[in-house]
């Protein structure tokens, strides 16, 4: 039973196209992340959802999309890609406990953008 | 400007060595988590710490907690091969958007056989 599952693990699309990642989780966690981990490792936050409400959204271009239908769901859609958005996107959740924050990742889907 | 840094960046020892990892900022957190990522996995929560002072140990690894709660580390002791990946410290700093953990920029231990 995986706790926080993500599709594809691997992306390799064209430069200009369309993409979808999907994440799961069935901790029953409230709170959803997306997080992008570039070349040399560092984890950027991207988005933040609490209960399917946004709540943090960094300095992300706005062809990156996300949709949570439900609080056990969050999927990043991306128009348009360039190459430098490759990379590994990482999903992960966290209970609603905010000041411990400690959170749950996924696999990661690791996108080349050609 | 990285608000937590890592160091070192890189970590090269052999079997048996012991090692730390430091974790540092100028701010202040309400809590701070330490993390192990694999290659091709996500990263996996070894920790939290939150009282300053405060020293956890788990197996061979020990973390402590700066007494302001500014800094951290990770200390562990016969290091073995399979503790080789990436170490991540993460924070929520006291005065940021609630549910916002900072990632340092981490630090990468291959322990050799």
């Known amino acids: 039973d995986t706790a926080v599952s993500q599709t594809p693990k691997y992306l390799v699309t064209q430069m200009g196209n369309d993409k979808s990642i999907k994440c799961e989780q069935n901790l029953g966690h409230d709170t959803m992340y997306w997080y992008k981990q570039d070349s040399k490792k560092f984890l950027k936050i991207m988005f933040s959802?609490?209960?399917?409400?946004?709540?943090i959204n960094e300095t992300v271009p706005n062809r990156f999309s996300p949709k949570s239908p439900d609080k056990a769901h969050l999927n990043l859609h991306i128009n348009s890609l360039e190459l430098g958005d490759s990379a590994v996107y990482f999903c992960?959740?966290?209970?609603?406990?905010?000041?411990?924050?400690?959170?749950?990742f996924g696999p990661g889907t690791r996108l080349t953008v050609l | 400007t990285q608000l937590l840094e890592q160091s070192p960046q890189f970590l090269s020892i052999q079997e048996g060595e012991n090692l730390t990892v430091y974790c540092n900022s100028s701010s202040v957190f309400s809590s701070l988590q330490w993390y192990r990522q694999e290659p091709g996995e996500g990263p996996v929560l070894l920790v939290t710490v939150v009282t300053g002072g405060e020293v956890k140990k788990l197996k061979r690894l020990t973390f402590q907690f700066g007494d302001a709660r500014k800094d951290s580390s990770l200390h562990i002791t016969a290091a073995q091969p399979g503790d080789t990946g990436l170490y991540l410290c993460?924070?929520?700093?006291?005065?940021?958007?609630?549910?916002?953990?900072?990632f340092g920029d981490g630090t990468t231990l291959t322990v050799k056989p």
């Open positions: 959802y609490n209960n399917k409400e946004l709540i």
């Open positions: 993460a924070g929520h700093p006291i005065n940021t958007n609630a549910g916002k953990s900072t």
């Open positions: 992960a959740s966290s209970r609603q406990d905010l000041s411990y924050n400690e959170q749950f």
